[in-house]
């Protein structure tokens, strides 16, 4: 529903390789380090983003997307559906292309609000559920 099969192929396939995973710590424990780990295996190179802006999986961290000194083309968001919302935004003023809410994570303002301004989004969705089951001759 938030999410049709193409824009899910479409971002995880064109929109670009940096993905900033906000949410992201090295409490391995947490969803978002594994996910982060398959998005890596990927090929993506995922970049932390949580307020102890802590190195995991070999990359810097940064304590908010503002911070974040190139380019991202996928804002990945393990954070609760009340916080999420504001990433969007985030989202939209550093340029990102796309934002991804993780399973769980909904917020139908923040998704009317990025698709109307431009971003691809998908929402209560795994990324590291849906790349594997991408054709391996499109990913």
Known sequence: MYGDPETVRRI???TGDTW?????????RRAAYGVAEVLQRFGKRIVPVHPKAETVHGEQGYASLAEIPFEVD???????SDLAGPVVDEAAAIGAKAVWFQLGVIDEGAYERARAGGLEMV????????IPRLDPATR
């Open 123 to 130: 929402m209560d969705r795994c990324p590291a559920i849906e």
């Open 20 to 28: 900033a995973v906000v949410g992201l710590s090295s409490n391995r």
């Open 12 to 14: 995880l396939t064109e």
């Open 74 to 80: 996928v804002v990945d968001v393990f954070v609760n």
